[in-house]
């Protein structure tokens, strides 16, 4: 069975950083572009970056460019996602994601939900707040 499991979630404070993982198993990762989403509360889903397989190409939505950095080791079947200079506004469940559609689906605003991935998880909070 095909599974995504996202970790390193948690409460902040304005400035500060999180690195979150997540650990792919059932599927042959490193043949798949993979994405970040998130969902605030009570918005749709927000595509933030994505990554080609082999890790060489990758995209980043504008809210968090500068910020927000992903990478991926296909060794361990495992998707980063680094965030710096976290602010209130990023408070959101972070979804790890693999994309049926091309980029512009996704980039272009949406709205999409977790159908429009080939595999999803659970999901991991992530809370900035002083």
């Known amino acids: 069975e095909a599974q995504l499991a996202e970790s390193g979630g948690g409460s902040v404070q304005p400035g500060e950083s999180l690195r979150l993982s997540c650990v792919a198993s059932?599927?042959?990762?490193?043949?798949?572009?993979m994405t970040w989403v998130r969902q605030a509360p009570g918005k749709g889903l927000e595509w933030l970056l994505r990554?080609?397989?082999?890790?060489?190409?990758?995209s980043v939505a504008d809210s968090v460019k500068g910020r927000f950095t992903i990478s991926r080791d296909n060794y361990k079947n495992t998707l980063y996602l680094q965030m710096n200079n976290l602010q209130p506004e990023d408070t959101a469940v972070y979804y790890c994601g693999a994309p049926r559609y091309g980029s512009f689906f996704y980039e272009s605003g949406g709205p999409f939900t977790q159908d429009d991935f080939h595999y999803w998880g659970q999901g991991t909070q992530v809370t900035v707040s002083s």
């Open positions: 990554i080609s397989g082999g890790g060489g190409i990758t």
């Open positions: 059932g599927f042959p990762f490193p043949q798949y572009e």
